[in-house]
């Protein structure tokens, strides 16, 4: 049953945390289809606005850290877990929930859908803003990206708390 409100609250806060990000899209380009950040790249009124790729780089390592960490201590100190094996593992299965719960819900069902994340010069790239595919296998990355933050969380959870 845990598991269940775990996920629940980790889907909640990424709902939260993505629901701010977009009021200001343009932050987070390199999460769009590659054609659309193509576009925005073009244009000139966002010319000035659009994040380095090490900035992206940056973003997503300090987001990395920060769920490491968030993880750990969630597996360590409200599941009791101790070993490698359990902190891989249960983290795996609550990363893959919330991974699956962000591209369905978050990407095809909410981004895909809303006008509110399409930047002003690419109303007419609807076929981009609805492309799936490319959601779901950003989805799978994720899936590989877990395997490297969730060995991380073990070892913590082993070796650190």
Request: proline letters at 2%; hydrophobic letters at 45%; aromatic letters at 14%.
């Amino acid at each position: 049953m845990i598991i269940v409100i775990e996920c629940i609250i980790l889907c909640a806060l990424f709902t939260i945390m993505v629901y701010i990000m977009s009021r200001n899209p343009i932050k987070t380009l390199y999460n769009y289809p590659p054609k659309i950040q193509e576009r925005v790249k073009s244009l000139s009124e966002y010319k000035d606005k659009i994040p380095t790729k090490n900035d992206k780089i940056l973003a997503k390592s300090l987001v990395s850290i920060f769920i490491i960490i968030i993880i750990s201590l969630i597996l360590r100190y409200i599941n009791g877990y101790t070993t490698f094996k359990e902190g891989f593992g249960y983290g795996l299965l609550i990363w893959t929930i919330v991974n699956i719960y962000d591209a369905l819900v978050i990407d095809i069902c909410w981004f895909c859908q809303s006008k509110k994340f399409v930047f002003k010069g690419t109303e007419d790239m609807t076929k981009e803003y609805h492309n799936y595919w490319f959601h779901i296998r950003e989805s799978l990355k994720g899936e590989l990206i877990a395997l490297i933050i969730c060995s991380l969380v073990g070892l913590i959870i082993q070796f650190i708390l």
